[in-house]
């Protein structure tokens, strides 16, 4: 079938929509007509070259939501009309995967970002030329998307699909660092460095999760002042006066601190505000050196934890957040603004500025 989507080439600087050809399902896979889906920075830097290298030219976009419109012969938990979220994709058989624990997946790194099936195959072409596509088995930057079944998330009808996208990754990956892989408990404290979608998310999942004390950190005012808003019980600046104030707040340094930005110094700062037995769980790597006194930090009963979709499995904690939102304790609404997709430019340049925190595009009416 021919849908519109935005193909993304190194020679560009912005994705830009074409006319592409997009295959039937396969027996394990759906067709999903996309309502919205979220721009991440890991799209940007997809495009870039900045981020893990994926061939182009290639449909990108991660964070998709939208109506099942046709599924494969072997589909049986989902039906056409269904309403779904599109989360990562896995294998479905390696011991991660049987463990509930998708995002850990033995082959992440390729169905994520090798632009293809795992036997290969690319259902997207444009003029018979193969183009690139199944990133993070979706590739949602287009009207319709195929995805693997076992990574659609069933969601009520009655909820706002044009919102939902973003749960798939940034709001998942915030909320999830939170609640399942750092598991914070009630009474504790937790630093938050980085207050763009993934921390905002964790910023809420914090105060969720019933944190005594909350810090964001960010040299965005505005943002801090939304993370005020969201449940954060103090914010700061980043910089050289960051180290002092976290000790100011929590002298006995923080149970949990939690890292968003690939800063070397962010690191550094979050490292030597952890109280003994304190976690830094981080989702990206530092882009440069980084050095910590790992002796020091360890003989406290520290650990650094590396964290991939928040460790979550989707199936249960995007349906929990949707609770949580429908009850008003997890607005992550309020980080999202709309562009039309034929906008599509004009939110791309906004969420790489920063002046966007959660640009969400809405497809056109069928």
Known sequence: MKVIAAVSRH????????????????????????????????????????????????????????????????????????????SGNSCGVCTRCLDARPTYCREAMRVAFGGARLDGSSPISQAGDRVAAMFFGQSSFATYALAPARSAVLLSKDVPLHLMGPLGCGVITGAGSVLEALRL??????????????????????RLAGARRIVAVDMNRPRLELATELGATDTMPGGAGAEQALRDIEPEGFDLAYVTADVPSVYATATTCLGVEGTLGYVVAPAGEWTPDTGFLLAGGRRLQGI???????????????????????????????????????????????????????????
């Open 308 to 366: 991939i979709g928040g460790s979550a499995n989707p199936h249960v904690l995007i349906p929990q957040l949707v609770d949580y939102w429908r009850a008003g304790r997890f607005p992550f609404d309020r980080m999202i603004e709309g562009f039309p997709f034929s906008d599509f430019a004009h939110a791309w340049t906004e969420t790489g500025s920063g002046r966007v925190i959660k640009a969400v595009l809405r497809m056109p009416e069928s």
């Open 11 to 86: 020679s560009r600087t912005v994705p830009e929509l074409e006319q592409v050809d997009l295959e039937d399902p396969r027996p394990d896979e759906v067709l999903v007509r996309m309502v919205a889906t979220g721009i991440c920075h890991t799209d940007i830097n997809a495009h870039n070259g900045r981020g893990v290298p994926v061939p182009h030219p290639i449909v990108l976009g991660h964070e998709g939501a939208g109506v099942v419109e046709a599924v494969g012969a072997g589909v049986t938990r989902l039906v056409p009309g269904d309403h779904v979220v599109l």
């Open 185 to 206: 408990r009630p009474g504790q404290s937790i630093a938050v460095f980085g207050t763009g979608g993934v921390g905002l998310a964790a910023v809420m999942a914090a």
